[in-house]
């Protein structure tokens, strides 16, 4: 290579080459080389500094997964050697490597031990799967590709928060977690060991913070705030756990030979519920008047007594020593300051501080944790609520709700990490935040200039583990989302393209099959879910791109199992049911399904067909739309257009429409029902759209599949109280916009 490696990495990614190996985060530089591939054998030499973790970390996956030992040597032969050296200071940018692959060997250069880590992350997903495995499998050759890479991240903080309070997730759980933000080259583990769930980590001088506080009685698996106890006399079952001080300590070892540092967070003043289990003397001494249901605290750290800020510099001096991060994260989130009002020892606090109100003492608060933390070397950092009352002078702000209070934050001259709720709450599902939105993330708003934007540190995805009670669930949350931030965070922002991303992102379900790692895998996508037939209908997915595993399917309403049909093409139908679409994966592990509902239609109706519904008007309260069968209506009439017409009052009243479709071409038929409130469709028996329950005016859309003919249609509806409102649209097949469905209706003249 003769271009400056710094030059490049400062440059778009390069497009993609035809066969280019799939590398996730994309590397900034990744050229396809014209010589044969380099294979590993026994014979390989590893020639490294000895306490190189990038070279230890190879040894241990070509060990592992390969079965070879390599042996070191202090200089490499004429072939068959990997070679990691030191650049030169300045010419590669932090964390960053080049790998240079030739028939020959690997030359690794590395700008820091990070840069070696995640060269071989890189080698890593140059060799085949089967390095994943943990016992050597049939693979026996273990080439690598010649190709040119050169790489460094976008940024330097990559992070992946896990909530282990609300669930907990035992040690060896967690160095998976570490391995999996190493295999995406993200370098930050947020590890939230406190919230209103439980106390997660061993406190030598205050024991009852895990005696009390990492035991909470009554909630298990299924999340329910209000009913969090820590009283053991309660009877219910117990759940919970925490890290001992030699656990942390070798995780702390394991992440940092991982290029992953570990940010501990020790939230406060709120969200610490088991504190004041253990030691209930720390919290305000009043509970405030107002009703404090659905509220997340029983109480939070009183910010008036010192004997709080003893017991937090004592926590804090212990956390410390066990991590060696420059920042410590302090929470800072969501505290229910009506505590603070109605204490005697916050509001003397207050007047003797000269501070104006709640927020100022919050922003006291965090100033005094802060100016700790400096005192011993450290940097704070919390949530975007420590900016309330004014900023600490060296704090550090993790922005969540939205990007705003990050924005102020940089302005304001403090460093920040972007993790809004938006693009970074692994969390949500994975269907409301997708992998191609998260994709669509950048921490660098367009609101700072080049200045500001230096003080965005990077971005962070979080795992809040309120309805996350399994590692299999954390894996199936973070997996392929993942893939998407870290790349996100790594690769330059210029060239991306999503289809891309998704191309190469089909790489890694093998790999996460090998390492027993659980994914979400999509519902497969079909034409539409439900479809009419004559004679027989055929039913098929529309091919998705390089989707790992297979389709399977079942036609009695089961989910698909590993053991289910599988699916190699149409399926024919000739009866009423129900056909249902799963990915399973090699594990065997099944993703999200998808129905199709089919039913055979009778083409032969009443001969003297005329425009227009029949409608049935009906009085009643409902939260649903009523069962039909069973009322009586007020009022018949026929009308040509689904509306509200032919209601008699405002409120409290239903609509039932009923006709037949006239469908001139064989083809799929698209949907929109609005309503307010609730409101289905159903043609020839199925339900095409359902927007039932009482809501604002909402569109539902959904399709049906119909052969040439005049098929029954109906609409529900019904009006509780308040605003309401009602409209059908179709789209016909070769149409080229939807348009109101009246003219497509017809009913039996008499
Ligand atoms: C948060 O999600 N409450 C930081
Ligand atoms: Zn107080």
Redesign the pocket.
């Known amino acids: 290579m003769n271009v400056c490696p710094l030059l490049l990495a400062l440059l778009p990614t390069t497009p993609a080459q035809p066969g280019a190996p799939a590398i996730l985060p994309k590397p900034v530089h990744l050229a396809v080389g014209a010589g044969s591939p380099f294979e590993i054998t026994r014979n390989t030499v590893l020639v490294a500094p000895s306490d190189l973790e990038g070279a230890r970390l190879l040894q241990t996956m070509l060990a592992t997964g390969a079965g070879l030992h390599l042996p070191t040597a202090h200089r490499t032969n004429s072939h068959g050697w990997i070679r990691f050296q030191k650049a030169p200071a300045g010419t590669i940018k932090a964390e960053g490597y080049t790998l240079h692959v030739t028939h020959d060997g690997i030359a690794v250069h590395y700008a820091d031990q990070g840069g070696s880590v995640n060269a071989v992350e890189t080698l890593r997903q140059l060799l085949p799967p089967a390095i994943e495995a943990s016992h050597p499998s049939g693979t026996s050759h273990w080439t690598v590709p010649a190709v040119d890479v050169e790489d460094a991240p976008r940024f330097p903080w990559r992070g992946m928060h896990l909530d282990v309070s609300r669930h907990f997730f035992p040690a060896a759980f967690i160095k998976k977690y570490i391995d999996y933000l190493a295999l995406m080259k993200m370098n930050v583990f947020h590890w939230h060991l406190v919230d209103d769930g439980g106390w997660r980590l061993q406190i030598d001088k205050y024991p009852k913070l895990t005696e009390v506080g990492a035991w909470r009685y009554g909630i298990t698996t299924d999340w329910d705030q209000s009913r969090l106890r820590f009283d053991p006399s309660s009877g219910l079952p117990k759940y919970g756990g925490f890290y001992t001080k030699a656990e942390v300590r070798d995780i702390v070892k394991y992440a940092a030979a991982r290029n992953v540092t570990i940010v501990p967070e020790i939230e406060m003043p709120g969200h610490a519920m088991p504190v004041f289990a253990a030691y209930p003397e720390l ?3 009043n509970q405030p008047k107002a009703d404090l249901t659905g509220q997340p605290d029983t109480n ?6 010192e004997s709080t800020y003893r017991f937090i510099e004592n926590v804090l001096d212990e956390v410390m020593a066990l991590f060696p991060s420059k920042w410590i994260h302090i929470g800072g989130d969501e505290v229910d300051k009506r ?2 009002k109605a ?5 003397d ?1 207050i007047k003797k501080e000269g501070l104006k109100n709640e927020e100022e003492l919050q922003s006291y608060f965090v100033r005094r944790i802060d100016k700790y933390l400096a005192s011993k070397g450290r940097r704070l950092i919390g949530w975007d609520e420590i900016l309330e009352g004014g900023l600490a002078k060296g704090a550090t702000v993790m922005s969540w709700r939205g990007i705003d209070g990050g924005i102020a934050a940089a302005k304001a001259g403090h460093d920040v990490v972007m993790s809004p709720t938006s693009h970074a709450y692994f969390d949500a599902s994975n269907t409301s935040q997708t992998t191609e939105h998260v994709y669509t993330f950048d921490p660098v708003p367009p609101a700072l200039n080049a200045t500001e934007a230096k003080h965005v540190l990077g971005g962070q995805a979080n795992v809040w583990t309120e309805w996350i009670p399994t590692t299999q669930r954390v894996e199936y949350m973070i997996f392929p989302r993942i893939a998407a931030m870290s790349e996100v965070l790594w690769s330059p922002k210029e060239g991306r393209d999503v289809n891309e991303f998704l191309s190469r992102l089909s790489s890694i379900y093998e790999r996460l099959d090998r390492l027993g790692a659980n994914y979400y895998l999509p519902a497969p996508r079909v034409k539409t879910n439900a479809l009419l037939f004559i004679d027989h209908a055929q039913v098929s997915v529309i091919e998705e791109k390089k989707m790992p595993g297979s389709i399977r399917y079942t036609l009695d309403g089961s989910a698909p199992t590993a053991k289910s049909k599988l699916y190699a093409g149409p399926i024919t139908i000739d009866r009423k049911g129900t056909v249902t679409f799963a990915f399973v994966n090699q594990a065997g592990h099944a993703g999200s399904t998808t129905t199709v509902e089919c039913a055979p239609s009778d083409p032969g109706v009443p001969s003297n067909l005329i425009r227009g519904w029949n409608v049935a008007y009906y009085e009643g309260s409902w939260t649903q739309t009523p069962d039909y069968s069973k009322l009586t209506p007020i009022k018949e009439a026929v009308s040509t257009t689904v509306d509200l017409a032919q209601r008699a009052r405002e409120d409290n009243f239903a609509l039932h429409f009923a006709g037949y479709f006239k469908a001139g071409t064989e083809g799929l038929y698209r949907f929109a029902l609005t309503s307010d409130d609730g409101s289905w469709l159903k043609i020839g028996g199925l339900s095409v759209v359902n927007n039932d329950g009482t809501h604002p005016p909402t569109t539902r859309e959904g399709s049906i599949w119909l052969p040439r003919g005049f098929f029954p249609i109906e609409v529900g509806y019904f009006q509780a109280a308040e605003a309401k409102s009602l409209s059908l649209s179709v789209q016909a097949p070769g149409a080229n916009s939807i348009g109101p469905a009246d003219p497509f209706i017809l009913h039996a003249g008499s």
Not at 343 to 347: I, K, L, M, T, Y
Request: charged share 10%; net charge positive.
């Open positions: 919290g305000c001494k939070v750290y009183c910010a008036g007594s505590f603070w204490c005697p020892v916050c509001q606090r």
